[in-house]
């Protein structure tokens, strides 16, 4: 059975898909589409992007900065790569911090207690963005077409 196939079938949120099929395809299909989720995704950031969009406000934004920085002038494994993360985050183009080894070094940080829960869940916030239900199961935009094909 396809991750489709699937989730129309078992229906895993209750977004009523069974109640549009077969007469009304286009309906499922939106349910699927529309961006009414989110997901971590790329997004690169700069130092001033973290600054300017850090969910408790650019002060704190500043001082977790800061927090990094002081950490990576440390001696512990870690905090030479939080260093080159940082170098890189200084540049123009910035970071990704939708990267998996972006959001895991994050989870880490908090692990070994360099920076709080709630610190690293906003940061790991920064990349969150809008996504549809066909997003969430990484695939990509459905068509009418894949709907009817599933015979639901």
């Known amino acids: 059975m396809s991750i489709l196939s699937n989730e129309i079938k078992n229906d ?3 977004l009523g898909y069974a109640q549009w099929l077969p007469d009304s395809p286009g309906t499922v299909l939106n349910l699927l589409n529309a961006p009414n989720y989110s997901k971590v995704k790329f997004k690169m950031m700069a ?7 850090y969910p408790l406000g650019p002060i704190e934004g500043d001082t977790l900065l800061t927090k990094l920085e002081t950490f990576s002038l440390t001696s512990d494994p870690l905090a030479s790569i939080v260093k080159r993360a940082l170098k890189v985050l200084s540049q123009a183009e910035g ?3 939708g990267s998996t080894a ?11 207690q360099v920076i709080t829960s709630q610190e690293a869940s906003n940061l790991k916030s920064l990349a969150e963005q809008p996504a549809s239900r066909a997003e969430i199961l990484d695939l990509s935009d459905i068509t009418i077409e894949q709907i009817i094909e599933v015979g639901v």
Do not use: A, H, K
């Open 102 to 112: 972006i959001q895991t070094m994050l989870t880490q940080l908090e692990i070994e």
């Open 12 to 14: 895993p949120l209750g």
């Open 47 to 53: 130092e001033l992007d973290v600054i300017g969009e």
């Open 95 to 97: 970071l990704n911090v």
